[in-house]
């Protein structure tokens, strides 16, 4: 499963980061760790952007970053 799979208001446990080292790094950077728990805030259409919280914060992502997020 992954992050845009999540609907409003539900939650997921991050278990890995897919994609190039880039990516994972700046995502990483962001605090998103693996063992984190990430809420669905609210998803744009037309594969807008993603919004999350985990912790005390909340971030917009691309939608095509938030696809390389797995979830347990």
């Known amino acids: 499963m ?3 799979e999540l609907t409003p208001g539900e ?7 897919r994609g ?3 990516l994972q ?3 990483v950077e ?3 760790l693996t063992g984190i ?3 669905m805030v609210k998803q744009a259409p037309f594969k807008g952007p ?6 005390d914060s909340y971030l917009s992502i691309r939608w095509k970053d938030a696809r390389q997020i797995e979830l347990k």
């Open 2 to 4: 992954t992050l845009i």
């Open 11 to 17: 939650s997921g446990i991050i278990n890995g980061i």
């Open 20 to 22: 190039d080292s880039h």
């Open 25 to 27: 790094n700046r995502l």
């Open 30 to 32: 962001l605090g998103l």
């Open 37 to 39: 728990e990430v809420r």
């Open 50 to 55: 993603v919004e999350i919280k985990y912790r």
